[in-house]
């Protein structure tokens, strides 16, 4: 399995609040696309895949109308 630093980040949906909430973990998966989609089980989800030119993937997510991102680092 490979391990990643995940940093996940959820945006106020307030106004003029540019503060959102990150949260930092080390994981260990083969599939990314599966970790995002038992971390948001039950929602109504849908995302978008961005894979950077260093190799990390970057998810862009909309969970119940809320703005989330998660990004993935190989360590």
């Known amino acids: 399995m490979k391990e990643y630093e995940v940093v996940w980040e959820i945006f106020n949906q307030c106004a003029n609040n540019q503060m ?5 973990d080390e994981v260990e998966t083969d599939d990314p696309e599966a970790y995002v989609r038992e971390k948001f089980k039950g929602k109504n989800v849908s995302w ?12 862009h997510i909309d969970a119940s109308g809320i703005r989330e991102r998660c990004t993935f680092t190989e360590l």
């Not at 978008?48 to 998810?59: I, N, P, T, W």
């Open 20 to 24: 959102r909430d990150v949260f930092i």
């Open 48 to 59: 978008e895949r961005e894979e950077l030119a260093d190799g990390g993937l970057v998810f």
